[in-house]
């Protein structure tokens, strides 16, 4: 069905943007959505809200930015409900969120990817989730697709790629010295209008595309054949590998609150005398009160099983559940580790001993 | 939180009432060993020396139960004054779990200096159990000292 | 927001007021809570999907939430009941409270015992503790009315450590007198006060040693229980499909969406709680 | 560095080909540039895996923990290391005569990657190289030289306690200098420059950095001195957060994590490394630090010595003491 759309679209709306005109596109943009653009701070860059109103802003080179946007959608706190209390009596005020129209801007392609692995998950089963979605219904997504992969990624053997459209409603190639801008999505129309002035692309452009796409896919080193990861991770649950994986791990919670796809979440509540509110943060897995139970038992008391636990959700229970994986290859877990716990390796050492096996 | 309710035991909990600038008084909770500076408060009562009535009282077995993260939280709920106060040294009913006290305490004093947040809310002191008077001196200095700086909103701002 | 996606939002709570507490043991850390729900329209979502062996979210407003076993039986049209044991903060509060109290409820969650297709069969209920909650609403259920016609001989086996640890005692009284369920209750050791069985639920279940034939058997009780009985029961006779356990893990959201509660690939909160033993065996377990 | 990697193989190759220890915990080089992973070294052939150099990262100290008394570990370590050893020795977490220490004299220091990061602009290096203390890092579209100095971690940038003090084995090798500024500095000169900011300015400075703190707990994970079978934290009774990620909580979880280092941290700063958003926490230490040098002259830990706050003088400084009038 998509496949359609996308060939339709085709004929359309792929455009020729040249590379000093991307900064009045986002300008024009943000007269009608709120902008999430990379933003370069004192010594990094980010994902940020735009107002270019009030400030300059010029589209900065990047490669992939070091905190996915996954907070825009799921932010790290998120206040649930509060209430009031009067007297004896409670009065519960649901959250009133306006949320405007909103665009995210140069994402990759990689973390496009796992806004659609939130969706399949956070729309699973009886109860979607109302939060996640309030925010996500309002949300487009422009992609910037990824000319230089970096050292960690690996997003072609999770089943992306670097110039994957897959997620994105409108998708920007870059040419070296110009852009093509593709619509993706039907949602996606909604930005025709904005690049209409744009020549329309041209065969050798496209080529050129597809010369950039190739070259891209080459520059990422790391590739492994994950068809079967579901069926070899069913057979290694009591595998050793656990232990000597799980060896290197500290046990902090750092892979998981910089990974996209990681959706874990905490309810706690604050109060004072006159009312409070209950929020959600997001958890780790890695942490052992993650399953501590009050009573003082915890079922994933080793690391060995919190370990094993992080691999087998992304690899093996996301398939058994939604039939996608839950890892889009980004790299960041591997770049934040303080052991330099490398989930390459990982994935290595499953296939080959499910091979042994 | 009702008043009727029963609450946790080492739980430290927030001042109860709603406080504008107008109506604020200083509201401060004292941390007092058992034998001495406890005594030294009740001996200030039944002398009946007169204090501000400022200050909420918890009892602590001794000084040395004091527990730095105790004073964090009080101040992180609310309580715009933190006062601990044990035996002299020497007199500890213990023998030494004051000594071990004031070692806890001096790095508290110089991690508020050095991280820059205002000392004078947390307060600390010795009080015998002979010292009615002095425990009220210290009250009433302390209870200035806290409407001087007024409500603390150390915690609140951020 | 509109008025259909708040009744939707499953994160919201549901006002309720403590009816009335009910100390259920000696110690006095194990309290009944009847619950009332403050909007008739609450009380109708939650009696829509709510069977035998499900739990609800109760909110402590201002302290947390915890997922507890629903006591009472969808029969009990009126109220709620709750049996829950002081252990964390917010039991600790709830013990605390008293009547009149308002508090949050959430659910009913979770897939609860499998009713239709025990009927016809004869049934096996093995308790051991608190943990009789969820099956006293599966009993209280089973004995409502017409219910009992549609199924065959009731065995319960329910065991504690003294006499002052049994729950309910008012309804083992009235369960004791009827004919028409086999009702054998045990403690662990010999006490004064006590001319009923004596022994550990595992040694009982065999000399009681319920048929297998057309039966199913529900379990619920601490760890160590469940891992004695298990084999008692295969000994009888009974097969993996045959015997249904309640599982407990630590939950947050009830929904499947906090994603703590998993075993396998099942998450205890929207698959379970109760699963069977051929189930447990198929899953990845920690 | 030859010198060392050479006396480091034999040392290492003899503990383990006449089985004296079960393992030796060592360094491997790290999938990415300038990343280290331990290495459990158990058979001859790992040792050719084995690395030792300046971006060795991790004390290796916090994974013995988890090892149960009796095992014999051959472990290499730096002097800085070898201190959070003894203090895990002086509080009966861990035996002495469990542990062969392969001490290193520390010549370099270590890496901060977080600095590194932050001098390029949050960009990613594919390769560096190094010439004398000058590191150039290029990546696709730039390349950076910058001085040792700069991206050395902070402590090890004022360190001067560079030889082992306690030791089964020694890699006899020259220290190249003894701090990497020319001339003697005070071990607490940035403690010091700190302190003369005006408290405001403190503040602030502790606010922003601590707003970055996304509670992961890698600096408790990775510090040795931490292991608490259950940390103030985490602990639901009585439950002292609401782990709500307020910046109060924040706060609060720092400081008493500092007080709770007070004396004890030995400065490895492993820690400020492991922090993914590069938050400095290692300067409240290094204050506390300082703090038991100024007021009851014990900074340097050695093997025997009771813990700062668990012992006392009866003269100790109290002039923090509200005093009646």
């Known amino acids: 069905m998509v496949k359609k759309k996308e060939k339709q679209d085709n004929q359309t709306f792929e455009k020729i943007i040249p590379k000093d005109k991307l900064d009045s596109l986002i300008k024009g943009l943000n007269k009608d959505f709120k902008l999430i653009v990379p933003k370069e701070t004192e010594d990094d860059i980010e994902f940020d809200y735009l107002d270019s109103d009030k400030e300059e802003y010029q589209f900065p080179e990047y490669q992939n930015l070091r905190v996915s946007p996954k907070k825009f959608l799921f932010p790290r706190k998120e206040v649930l409900y509060s209430f009031e209390k009067e007297g004896t009596n409670i009065k519960i005020k649901e959250k009133e969120e306006l949320i405007e129209d909103q665009v995210i801007f140069g994402i990759r392609s990689c973390d496009a990817r796992s806004y659609k692995i939130l969706d399949t998950f956070f729309s699973s089963g009886k109860y979607s989730d109302p939060y996640y979605f309030s925010k996500r219904n309002k949300t487009l997504l422009i992609g910037l697709a990824c000319n230089e992969p970096m050292t960690a990624c690996f997003c072609t053997s999770v089943g992306g790629a670097p110039f994957s459209s897959e997620g994105l409603d409108a998708i920007l190639y870059d040419l070296g010295d110009k852009y093509i801008f593709k619509i993706i999505s039907e949602k996606g129309s909604a930005f025709s209008k904005y690049v209409s002035e744009y020549p329309d692309v041209k065969k050798a452009d496209l080529k050129k595309k597809e010369e950039w796409a190739k070259s891209a896919r080459d520059k990422i080193k790391f590739d492994i054949n994950l068809d079967n990861i579901e069926k070899d991770l069913d057979g290694l649950f009591e595998s050793d590998i656990w232990s000597k994986v799980s060896r290197r791990c500290i046990s902090c919670g750092a892979c998981s609150y910089v990974c996209p796809t990681c959706h874990c979440f905490d309810v706690q509540e604050q109060s004072d005398k006159n009312g409070g509110k209950r929020v959600r943060i997001w958890d780790n897995c890695q942490a052992s009160i993650f399953t501590l139970e009050a009573s003082g038992h915890n079922p994933r008391n080793s690391g060995r099983e919190r370990t094993r636990q992080r691999i087998y959700h992304k690899f093996n229970y996301y398939l058994k559940n939604y039939k996608i994986l839950g890892c889009v290859g980004c790299g960041r877990c591997i770049k934040v580790c303080p052991t330099n716990r490398d989930i390459r390796e990982t994935l290595k050492a499953v296939v080959e001993a499910a091979e042994k096996a | 939180m009702e008043d009727t309710e029963k609450t946790e035991e080492i739980q430290v909990i927030a001042p109860t009432d709603k406080v504008t600038d107008e109506n604020w008084e200083p509201k401060i909770i004292a941390f007092l060993c058992n034998w001495c500076s406890y005594a030294g408060a009740d001996l200030a009562g039944v002398s009946r020396i007169q204090y501000p009535p400022n200050v909420r009282v918890v009892r602590v077995p001794c000084s040395g139960r004091i527990n730095p993260l105790f004073i964090l939280k009080s101040l992180q709920v609310g309580w715009d004054s933190v006062l601990v106060s044990g035996c002299h040294p020497g007199d500890c009913h213990y023998i030494s779990g004051n000594y071990y006290a004031r070692r806890k305490f001096s790095v508290l004093d110089d991690l508020f200096e050095f991280m820059g947040i205002d000392k004078g809310r947390v307060n600390f002191s010795w009080v015998s159990a002979a010292e009615g008077a002095a425990f009220a001196n210290i009250i009433e200095k302390v209870t200035e000292k806290t409407r001087k700086l007024g409500p603390n909103r150390l915690f609140k701002e951020l | ?286 | 560095m030859e010198q060392i990697k050479k006396s480091l193989n034999e040392i290492v190759k003899s503990l383990i080909s006449e089985k004296k220890v079960e393992y030796v915990f060592g360094f491997e080089e790290g999938t990415l540039p300038l990343k280290s992973v331990p290495l459990y070294i158990e058979k001859e052939e790992d040792i050719d895996r084995m690395i030792w150099n300046e971006y060795c990262n991790l004390n290796l100290v916090k994974f013995l923990l988890e090892e149960p008394h009796g095992k014999k570990i051959g472990i290499i370590l730096k002097n800085c290391e070898i201190r959070s050893l003894i203090v895990l020795i002086n509080e009966n977490q861990i035996n002495r005569e469990d542990i062969v220490i392969i001490g290193v004299p520390c010549s370099y220091g270590i890496i901060d990657f977080n600095k590194v990061s932050k001098l390029i602009g949050g960009k990613e290096f594919t390769e560096f190289k190094k010439n004398g203390n000058d590191y150039t890092f290029k990546g696709v579209d730039f390349e950076k030289t910058i001085k040792l100095q700069d991206i050395l971690s902070n402590s090890c940038v004022y360190c001067k306690d560079k030889n082992p003090v306690e030791y089964d084995y020694l890699v006899e090798a020259p220290i190249e200098f003894k701090t990497i500024q020319e001339e003697d500095i005070d071990e607490y000169l940035d403690v010091i420059e700190f302190e003369k900011k005006k408290p405001k300015e403190r503040w602030e400075y502790f606010k922003k950095e601590l707003e970055k703190c996304t509670l992961c707990m890698a600096c408790r994970e990775s510090c040795p001195l931490c292991y608490c079978k259950v940390c103030f934290i985490d602990s639901n009774q009585p439950q002292w957060f609401d782990k709500t990620e307020d910046l109060s909580e924040k706060l609060l979880f720092h400081m008493t994590r500092a007080i709770h280092l007070a004396g004890r941290c030995i400065m490895c700063e492993a820690c400020t490394r492991a922090c993914p958003e590069g938050i400095n926490i290692h300067l409240l230490y290094k204050k506390l630090r300082k703090m038991s040098k100024d007021r009851w002259n014990a900074d340097k830990i050695e093997l025997g010595d009771p813990s700062v706050l668990g012992s006392y003088k009866i003269d100790d400084p109290q002039e923090f003491m509200v005093k009646e009038d």
């Open chain 3, 1 to 286: 927001m509109n008025q259909k996606q708040e009744l939707d939002n499953p994160y919201i709570p549901s006002l309720v007021t403590i009816e009335d507490v009910n100390s259920e043991n000696e110690v006095n850390d194990l309290k009944t809570f009847k619950l009332i729900f403050n909007e008739t329209a609450d009380k109708e979502k939650f009696f829509e999907n709510f069977k035998p062996g499900q739990f609800a979210e109760i909110t402590e407003f201002g302290i947390g939430e915890s997922p507890i076993g629903i006591a009472s039986s969808p029969t009990e049209e009126d109220y709620l009941l709750f049996t829950i044991k002081k252990t964390g903060k917010v039991t600790n509060r709830l013990h605390d409270s008293k009547k009149g109290k308002i508090i949050g409820i959430r659910g009913p969650f979770g897939n609860g015992w499998p009713l239709k297709e025990a009927e016809g069969k004869n049934i096996v209920i093995i308790g051991g503790g608190f943990a009789f909650t969820t099956l006293r609403s599966f009993i209280v259920y089973l004995l409502h009315g017409n219910n009992r016609e549609k199924f065959g001989d009731i065995i319960i086996v329910y065991g504690c450590r003294n006499p002052g640890e049994f729950c309910y005692k008012d309804d083992l009284e009235e369960w004791g007198k009827r004919d028409d369920i086999n009702l054998n209750l045990t403690i662990d050791s010999e006490h004064p006060d006590w001319d009923k069985l004596v022994g550990f639920v595992p040694t009982i279940t065999k000399e009681v040693a319920p048929s297998p034939k057309n039966a199913m058997a529900f379990v619920c009780g601490p760890p160590i229980m469940i891992k004695y009985t298990s084999p008692v029961l295969k000994e009888l006779g009974f097969k993996d499909e045959q015997i249904f356990l309640s599982l407990e893990m630590r939950m947050k959201c009830g929904i499947g969406k906090c994603g703590r509660c998993n075993i396998g690939s099942k998450f205890v909160c929207i698959d379970g709680p109760v699963f069977s033993q051929a189930e447990l065996k198929e899953l990845l377990r920690d």
